[in-house]
């Protein structure tokens, strides 16, 4: 991997979300785990730390809380990455996301509910951190939980795993029409996704409706739809090259460099519209 950005110059840094990203871009999980900490230490924001170590890996996750009240929405990102990734979209770009959200969220957020920033360690272990932190921390008064996953390069937002039509869902599609966009053209909604998943399904066995988030580009709509569903024979069809964003998914190859400001842009109006729109 390059070299990463030295920390020092992330912390003195803006707090847009790509230059945040690079606060996790070319450092490998330890360095990345604990940069996300330093950060939120330089800042002075609040956040408890939950440890685990199981024989599958170990980690920290993070929580900050934003609000007061007896509701709760969780917006999760994990801040892992594969050995050998610079992990920019994978998840740098939506750590950044939620970073930028921290002083931007509190006035918007309406009484009577909370807002949770999950960090998420040892998401790429098959979402152990999320699945910890479900089995030793209540749930009572959670209404949903987004997951963000590859928020860094596209045009068209897409929740997927989203099998069950609950009220959190219907919420979710309300506040992105409430933004002006359309099911099926700016948005997509899309069902069980096989192979992949994300810290969402760890909250989904507790009887949460959860679900993840991301950014996809509109040009590579169908390609993907092929990738995704029908994983076996796209084992074949896609060898070469894999369509966007999957080109660089878990390679050398998601460079910060490959981030998008307006994918960036887009997530953010996103989560501040379904916070408003869940309340």
């Known amino acids: 991997m390059p070299p990463p950005v030295p920390l020092e110059a992330v912390l003195a840094g803006d707090d847009s979300p790509l230059a945040l990203a690079r606060l996790l871009g070319n450092r490998d999980t330890p360095a990345r785990q604990a940069a996300l900490a330093r950060y939120l230490q330089h800042r002075g924001t609040a956040f408890t730390r939950h ?15 934003l609000g007061e009240g007896p509701r709760v929405l969780v917006l999760c990102a994990h801040h892992d990455a594969i050995p050998g990734s610079p992990g920019a979209n994978d998840n740098a770009a939506a750590v950044g996301i ?8 509190p006035a918007r957020i309406p009484a009577g509910w909370r807002v949770r920033l999950l960090f998420t ?3 790429e272990i ?5 699945r910890v932190y479900v089995a030793e921390h209540p749930l009572d008064g959670v209404a ?4 963000l996953e590859l928020c860094g390069i596209g045009d068209t937002l897409a929740i997927w795993d989203a099998v069950d039509q609950t009220p959190f869902l219907g919420r979710v599609r309300a506040a992105f029409e409430g933004m002006g966009l359309r ?5 997509h909604v899309a069902g069980r996704i096989p192979l992949f998943g994300s810290d969402h399904r760890a909250f989904a066995p507790a009887g949460v409706p959860s679900y993840a988030l991301t950014v996809v580009p509109s040009a590579q709509a169908q390609a993907l739809r092929q990738f995704i569903f029908t994983p076996a024979r ?9 369509p966007i964003p999957f080109d660089t998914y878990h390679t050398p190859r998601d460079r910060g460099s490959t981030l998008e400001p307006a994918a960036l842009a887009l ?12 309340a």
């Open 51 to 65: 440890r685990f170590a199981r024989p599958e890996g170990a980690g920290e996750t993070y929580a900050v809380e």
């Open 234 to 242: 796209s084992a074949f069809r896609f060898l070469v090259k894999r």
């Open 144 to 147: 949903g939980v987004l997951s």
């Open 183 to 187: 099911r099926d053209e700016s948005y």
């Open 126 to 130: 098959d979402y152990l951190g999320a």
């Open 121 to 123: 360690a040892a998401e």
């Open 98 to 105: 939620l970073l930028h959200l921290i002083p931007r969220l």
């Open 267 to 278: 997530t953010l109006r996103a989560l501040e519209a379904v916070v408003a729109e869940v």
